[in-house]
């Protein structure tokens, strides 16, 4: 079992930055793929990113040139950095992990463990 922890959200107004972090515990993720994904009111749950465990890193259109994630294995975490932020990010942040950890996962159902999420409201 792996737990995961995500911290980092806010409200912030349209252009701002944030970072998001997952923190994991009960097993290391060196080998696992790290997934964000979001899900606002009233939409389904959405991929973001992930990171391989080679460390190749793959982006949604909706954020891609706006969004970095990077791992930092020896601290169990991942990140997520959100550049010029939009009203339309608003939505609740999820990280997760894919077992598998060197395919290409961008569906929900490729992925073993969630967190609980953190908000990320973006004003006008």
């Known amino acids: 079992q792996v737990q995961l922890v995500e911290s980092g959200g806010g409200s912030v107004q349209a252009g701002d930055s944030l970072r998001l972090s997952c923190a994991a515990s009960?097993?290391?993720?060196?080998?696992?793929?790290l997934g964000w994904f979001r899900q606002a009111p009233g939409k389904e749950r959405e991929f973001v990113s992930m990171?391989?465990?080679?460390?190749?890193?793959y982006y949604a259109d909706p954020v891609q040139g706006r969004c970095t994630i990077s791992r930092d294995n020896a601290k169990n975490t991942v990140y997520l950095h959100l550049n010029s932020l939009k009203p339309e990010d608003t939505a609740v942040y999820y990280c997760?992990?894919?077992?598998?950890?060197?395919?290409?996962?961008?569906?929900?159902?490729?992925?073993?463990?969630w967190g609980q999420g953190t908000q990320v409201t973006v004003s006008s």
């Open positions: 990171i391989t465990r080679n460390g190749g890193t």
């Open positions: 009960g097993r290391s993720i060196t080998n696992y793929g």
């Open positions: 997760a992990v894919d077992r598998m950890g060197i395919r290409i996962a961008m569906s929900r159902g490729e992925y073993d463990f």
